[in-house]
């Protein structure tokens, strides 16, 4: 798997120059923010969460904050956390509201939402089924 030899291998080439730039005192938000990008890539859970972090510094400092709010809302998309990626979004479009990829995103969203408690529904439906099967077989 060579794609994921290559994520890790820029991970791991950004992480030393985030990191030297930290320890200079001098931490660039270009590197930072190329850093997280890569970061939320990766399939591990903690390389994701510290891509939020890292993004979510970016927007204190108001660096790229369209840009950074967009992969937050990625990050929080993977993590399946959709209301906080909502909130991204819906930030991003009051700042942007003509922006097509959040708007793009944000259908996305709402689709997998929509998918979600679909799946949810369907597994009630199947816990009621078979509770009312056990209870009829008392």
Known sequence: MAGVEDINFEIERLRREYEEGL????PSAKV?????????????????????????ELIKIRYMSVQS?????LCHMKKREYKRARRY????????????AALSLRSLL?????????????????????????YRSW
Do not use: W
């Open 23 to 26: 320890e200079n005192h001098n």
């Open 89 to 100: 979004l819906d930030m991003l479009l009051r700042m942007e509201p003509r922006n097509h």
């Open 69 to 73: 709010m967009y992969q937050l809302a």
């Open 110 to 134: 709402f689709q997998l939402l929509a998918d979600d408690a679909v799946k949810g529904t369907i597994f009630v439906l199947m816990a009621t089924i078979c509770a009312f099967a056990v």
């Open 32 to 56: 930072q923010y190329d850093y997280a990008c890569m970061l939320m890539c990766s399939t591990d859970n903690n390389h994701v969460n510290l891509a939020i972090e890292l993004f979510e």
